[in-house]
């Protein structure tokens, strides 16, 4: 099969996806995950139903009561597996916040592997031009939905600090009120980001060879914009819950089909980079699908439904206030990025190239740090919202060790495999080497990178999100850049100059955020207010 089938694609998948949907409407959820791993469905999902059969039997033929309370036994435990909200007010600090981040760190590997199963595919199956410009699309689409992302979080820590206070009736306005902003939003984005791909290329300086398969790329993704965004609210709300596992099997699901796809639509069909975009589209989307249907059938807070949807207004305004620094942070950062790459392409396409391989790398280094962050950050919600403000110290300390243990294993590890790492996704060797180089880096100073986003996660849990922008609108555009640019120019130094500025750029954040933790100003910005006597006041 040639490139010439894929116009044909929109009428040859329509019925994939709806067999998809009509067997997660009348089968057990998460026929993916008994796809890849049927042992594991089978105690996810049959268990429990065996479980509260089994107890509704003993209740219902029971002829004393002591054998009744073996029955409600059975069913409670097959209540709780289902039940996977967590409480992150009472217990070890240190233990909840691990048991709540792994989940979270496999998947943030899964949700990374889109991004690898994507380069590898492109840089075996079709060249270093088609893996650039994959690569470029990656900061450009993290531009134009970073805002948007920002806002998400906005809502997670209400939800996070409302769940802390027990108020479940403004934890479903909440949740209700962000599906509603972001059906809209996502919309507008996917309209914005299709028209203006072409034109955002070109205001970079991209080499003109890359700029076609580059937009490709980024306006097939962006036709599928709202299932992203509905997948990843809905799994943020999970998360402001204290359930980091739900998503996770779904997540598990998607990774699976999109790396099928992968391999059926480049070596298979050739469709080259059309193809990759529809397989992470598609896999995306059907993520999302299942999940809603998840959740409507076994969640007891989440339900996602178009009848019961209500706007509300005092909830949005406090979470745009929180959301929007965030999103200011996050649209920040997404430019750097786009920053450096206008800084790497001046060195040609292999080192484009390396830097974006050796960033998919960085990207998954890095979810050990982001992702005991983002537990700290739900953990320090609802304890604000609780008025534990003491367990946060608590909860700090256990994530700074934790999370540098792991940052000290992966630095290691990437010091020793830097070559062979960047030998998985390319055969160019000075694509390879100039890979190598970044890696070994940026290898050295992860520490700096994983306790800076210890205190970031401390003050967004917190509700302040303002001082965090002002942080890193400085380290990453008053620093990091003009430190790229500045080292970059050395003719002794080259591009490995762009390399140097990010963890002195990292440095730079940290010693901010150190400094504002330490004044204490971040315990006056929760959501959940309390008057000194412990009484809530709002």
């Not at 089968?27 to 469905?41: E, H, N, Q, W």
């Not at 699309?137 to 769940?163: D, E, H, K, R, W």
């Not at 799994?235 to 598990?252: C, E, M, N, Q, V």
């Not at 999109?258 to 391999?263: K, S, V």
């Amino acid at each position: 099969m040639d490139r010439e089938l894929l116009p044909r694609v929109f009428t040859l998948t329509p019925g994939f996806p709806w067999a998809v949907i009509f067997c997660g409407t009348f089968c057990p959820p998460g026929v993916y995950i008994r796809k890849a791993f049927p042992l594991g469905s089978m105690v996810l999902f049959v268990v429990p139903t065996f479980l509260r059969a089994i107890g509704a039997a003993i209740e219902r033929t029971a002829v004393c009561a002591k054998v009744r309370n073996k029955g409600r036994f059975f069913a409670t435990f097959a209540d709780r597996f289902y039940s996977l909200m967590k409480d992150l007010t009472t217990g070890n600090p240190g233990r909840l916040i691990f048991r709540f981040a792994i989940p979270m760190l496999l998947g943030n590997i899964f949700q990374q592997l889109y991004n690898v199963v994507d380069s590898i595919v492109v840089g075996k199956f079709i060249g270093k031009e088609a893996l650039a410009a994959v690569g470029t699309s990656a900061p450009v689409i993290f531009l134009l939905v970073s805002f948007l992302i920002g806002i998400t979080m906005g809502f997670t820590i209400v939800v996070s600090q409302y769940f802390g206070a027990k108020d479940m009736e403004k934890v479903r306005k909440a949740i209700n009120t962000l599906y509603i902003f972001l059906f809209f939003t996502s919309l507008i984005m996917s309209g914005v980001g299709i028209l203006l791909s072409g034109y955002i290329f070109r205001l970079i300086d991209l080499a003109p060879e890359i700029i076609p398969q580059a937009q490709v790329f980024l306006n097939i993704f962006f036709a599928g914009l709202v299932f992203l965004f509905g997948y990843n609210g809905t799994s943020a709300i999970l998360r402001g819950l204290g359930d980091s596992k739900t998503p996770l099997y779904f997540l598990i699901g998607s990774v699976v089909v999109n790396i099928g796809l992968d391999l059926i639509f480049v070596p298979v069909f050739h469709w080259g980079v059309p193809g990759v975009a529809l397989a992470t589209v598609i896999s995306i989307a059907l993520a999302f699908i299942t999940q809603i249907l998840y959740l409507n059938r076994y969640h007891k807070v989440v339900k996602f439904s178009f009848r019961d949807l209500k706007f509300d207004r005092a909830i949005f305004i406090k979470s745009i206030r929180i959301g929007i620094p965030t999103g200011l942070q996050q649209t920040f950062v997404a430019a750097g990025m786009i920053g450096l790459y206008w800084v790497v392409d001046r060195f040609g396409i292999d080192a484009n190239a390396a830097y974006s391989v050796a960033g998919r790398i960085d990207n998954f280094a890095a979810m050990p740090a982001m992702s005991f962050a983002i537990a700290l950050s739900t953990f320090v919600g609802q304890n604000m919202g609780a008025n534990k403000t003491d367990r946060v110290k608590a909860g700090l300390k256990a994530t700074f060790l934790m999370s540098n243990a792991f940052t000290l294993v992966i630095s290691v590890f990437i010091l020793f495999f830097a070559r062979g790492l960047m030998h998985m996704f390319t055969n160019d060797p000075a694509v390879i080497e100039l890979g190598r180089g970044y890696l070994v880096v940026i290898g050295i100073f992860y520490f700096l990178f994983s306790t800076m986003f210890v205190f970031n996660g401390v003050l967004r849990g917190a509700g302040d999100t303002m001082i965090p922008m002002f942080i890193s609108l400085f380290s990453l555009w008053v620093v990091r850049i003009p430190i790229s640019v500045l080292l970059s120019n050395i003719p002794s130094i080259g591009v490995h100059g762009v390399w140097w500025s990010i963890p002195i750029g990292w440095f730079t954040g940290l010693i901010f955020y150190y400094a504002y933790y330490l004044s204490g100003r971040w315990k006056r910005k929760a959501v959940v207010k309390y008057s000194e006597k412990g009484e809530r006041v709002e």
